[in-house]
């Protein structure tokens, strides 16, 4: 009886919509299966997550599950363990009893949905519990919708998104964590008894110093090719917390979601609160596996034009900072278009009316153009980079404002402040965070797009900025009973903000920036098109950051930028070869100001950017293989992209330390076909002989179980030599 409900399950699943009440359903993807118990009037259970089962499997997969644990934990009366969803009803009572009312997947537009309906067995409180999947991706979304017809409102203690139980074992945990400028760095770590929690609360972003992204690795120290390994990333731009619990079962139990602390939420009837996504992955070939799959959903299916490769612009901060002005504008595009780059971004200064924004102390808010440094205005800068060929982006930091501004003057109510309190302030000493909850806050940020792109249509970029958190609680508009609903309503603000954005505006390319990489998260990503990965530019040191942002983002949406040196943040001076080598790894960029480069610069840079065009569909729509880690302090970190039908690739290597007849791992390559033959050809070369293998052909089968000896140095002149080595080498098969 078991097994036949389990295959009408199954059945209906692959028929279309239909709504059963059934014993198991099976969630699958291309290459991942989940299976989860589903009785009637009962407690839903996980059985399996990992490989896809063979019908056979499925069949007997309930005499060998690999877990038994309740699909979403509740509070109340099982009290010792935690729970992923807390309340108090109306009444007082803290208490949930949840069962099964019904089970459903209908089939969508790219795969299906499976809705698990529960209701409390007395009251009535109500959870939906959502699998989403798709057919060509192997990511499994899942969110919980919570809602409830008591008399009076409902506390929401805690509500997380999901609840996975990981398997027993020596399992490890690999996140990311960091700080300003130094974002992303990976930790890895075996989970031992206890409760390890990951969590945000800058309010606005919350990606510096920790990730809503993990994965389990379930066979040991994680292995980048193979290896079991879970992925799980929670979609939301604002606070979260994750947790592990592993207690004295051994098993490790994860809970993500929105981090509920100062966030109790007063649920009224018929109100429905929905969880944000929690975006599950399994493969068997390790943390790349893993990896890759979260970058093919990305690509297509949660970053904004993930299916379009990016321009290679300009950035004008780190070349100009404040001081903006039309000559020196005009001066940059001109740079950037000769040597072949396709935009120019004008980043912070450009604006402030009664206040000029010559420094970060003032007029966040004063969304007009400062006449003095910009005489002729915006329309003529737009042009100005339509004649030289290129397209034109603008810098704004639309959720903020300064004491100092025109916009505080007339709205003081609008920013975020605890009543009978001074403001505490943030950057500059004047900045606030505007109250995204308040509807008129929304439509003065979306009027300011539309205005932005309505007067200069030529604007095609936005560099979204946001350089504060949230340090004052208060708000305005939300009434007395719901300020704890401050941090979570900003969020539903921003998201309102940027659908109404992308409503009108779906052809904008916009960056995620928030200090830096303050907003790298799959909260935001379905609004934007890529991040800055980091504030902090130095070659060396975005190895780390790109590594580490890696596990969990696709290449496309990393911003990378050549910049200056010594570098403006940690004083590296390292050649420009190198600094190429690497922003060439990501969505490349330049951030310096090019007036100061000599012309021998100019040319290596048009050269790579002209090269970077060859490979940028490589690199930002192809398969990433990490090969050898700088977090294992080899000397060296290496890395591949393989296109989709494996005819081309490009290998990258990067000495990350320097002593003299230290030697060098050899690094095999990975992702190739084993039966295709390749001519390797180096980029960017600088040596004044060429490498022995330059022009040759090898079968993938050589490459991946050989590699190739990278030379520790560069063969230059005397006077050109220094302690920087690194390579690209371009794959392509030879016919
Ligand atoms: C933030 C960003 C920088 C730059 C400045 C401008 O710090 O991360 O890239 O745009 O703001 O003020």
Request: net charge negative; proline share 4%; charged share 25%.
């Amino acid at each position: 009886m078991r097994i036949l409900t389990f295959l009408l399950t199954v059945l209906s699943a692959w028929a279309g919509t239909k709504n059963i009440v059934a014993q198991n359903v099976h969630i699958s993807t291309p290459h991942t299966s989940m299976v989860l118990r589903v009785p009637e009037g009962g407690k839903p259970e996980y059985i399996y997550y990992g490989d896809k089962l063979s019908d056979k499997d499925l069949k007997s997969v309930d005499y060998a599950a690999t877990m038994h644990h309740e699909l979403y934990p509740v509070y109340g009366l099982n009290c010792q363990e935690e729970a992923a969803l807390a309340v108090t009803h109306a009444d007082g009572n803290m208490t949930l009893q949840m069962a099964v009312v019904q089970v459903k997947t209908d089939s969508t537009d790219t795969g299906f949905l499976t809705t698990i309906t529960m209701k409390d067995k007395i009251y009535p409180f109500h959870t939906n519990i959502y699998y989403k999947t798709y057919r060509d991706a192997d990511i499994i979304e899942t969110w919980t919708e919570i809602s409830h017809k008591e008399k009076k409102p409902v506390m929401l203690n805690r509500f997380a998104s999901a609840y996975l139980p990981i398997r027993r074992g020596d399992v490890w945990l690999s996140h990311l964590y960091g700080s300003w400028a130094n974002e992303g760095r990976l930790s890895q770590e075996r989970l031992e008894p206890g409760m390890k929690t990951i969590k945000n609360k800058d309010g606005v972003r919350n990606s510096h110093t920790a990730h809503a992204e993990v994965m389990f690795s379930l066979d040991g120290k994680p292995q980048e090719n193979v290896g079991n390994t879970i992925g799980a990333a929670l979609c939301y731009s604002g606070n979260y917390k994750l947790c592990i619990d592993t207690d004295d079962s051994d098993f490790h139990k994860f809970y993500a979601g929105i981090n509920e602390d100062n966030s109790g939420y007063l649920l009224q009837a018929d109100e429905v609160f929905t969880t944000p996504i929690l975006a599950l992955t399994y493969s068997g070939e390790g943390t790349g596996g893993c990896s890759r799959n979260f970058h093919k959903w990305a690509r297509g299916h949660r970053l904004a034009h993930g299916d379009k490769v990016r321009k290679i612009l300009l950035n004008s901060w780190e070349g100009v900072y404040f001081d903006i002005h039309e000559a020196g504008m005009k001066q940059m595009m001109k740079d950037i278009a000769s040597m072949g780059g396709e935009m120019f971004v004008m980043d912070d200064g450009w604006f402030g009316g009664k206040y000029p924004r010559n420094n970060d102390s003032s007029s966040l808010g004063d969304w007009k153009t400062d006449v003095n440094k910009l005489p002729s205005g915006i329309g003529y800068i737009v042009e100005e980079a339509k004649k030289n060929g290129i397209g034109f982006g603008i810098w704004i930091e639309p959720e903020m404002t300064n004491t100092t501004s025109e916009l505080y003057e007339k709205h003081p109510e609008w920013v975020i402040k605890a009543p009978q309190r001074e403001l505490v302030l943030g950057r500059g000493g004047t900045q606030a965070v505007l109250d995204l909850a308040n509807p008129e806050v929304q439509d003065f940020i979306v009027g300011l797009v539309d205005t932005l792109t309505g007067n200069y249509p030529g604007i095609e970029y936005i560099k979204w900025d946001a350089n504060m958190g949230i340090t004052n609680h208060g708000s305005n508009y939300l009434g007395k009973d719901s300020q704890s609903h401050l941090y979570i309503e900003y969020h539903r603000g921003f998201e309102k903000i940027c659908q109404r954005i992308r409503m009108k505006h779906p052809e904008l390319t916009i960056q995620a920036c928030a200090s830096g990489g303050g907003r790298a998260n799959y909260g935001i990503l379905p609004y934007f098109d890529e991040f800055w990965v980091s504030d902090n530019t130095d070659a060396l040191q975005r190895i780390y950051m790109q590594w580490g942002t890696s596990y969990f983002f696709p290449a496309i949406a990393m911003a990378s930028h050549i910049s200056a040196a010594p570098n403006h943040q940690t004083f590296r001076t390292i050649p420009l070869k190198y600094r190429i080598d690497v922003a060439m790894s990501g969505r490349l960029g330049m951030e310096i100001q090019p007036g100061n480069m000599t012309d021998e610069e100019k040319e290596m840079c048009r050269k790579a950017i002209a090269d970077y065009k060859k490979i940028r569909p490589i690199v930002q729509l192809g398969d990433m293989y990490r090969l050898l880690s700088p977090y294992d302090k080899e000397g060296a970190a290496s890395l591949m992209y393989v296109s989709p039908q494996k005819e081309k690739a490009v290998f990258y290597w990067w000495k990350t330390e320097h002593f003299c007849n230290q030697h060098l791992p050899r690094v095999k390559m990975a992702g190739l076909d084993p039966s295709k033959i390749y001519k390797v050809t180096e980029l960017n070369r600088i040596d004044n002989q060429i490498l022995e293998y330059e022009g040759k052909t090898f079968s993938g089968t050589f490459l991946m179980a050989n590699g190739l000896e990278i030379p520790y140095n560069h063969q230059v002149d005397y006077h050109k030599q220094n302690d920087y080595s690194s390579r690209i080498l371009y794959l392509e098969e030879a016919k």
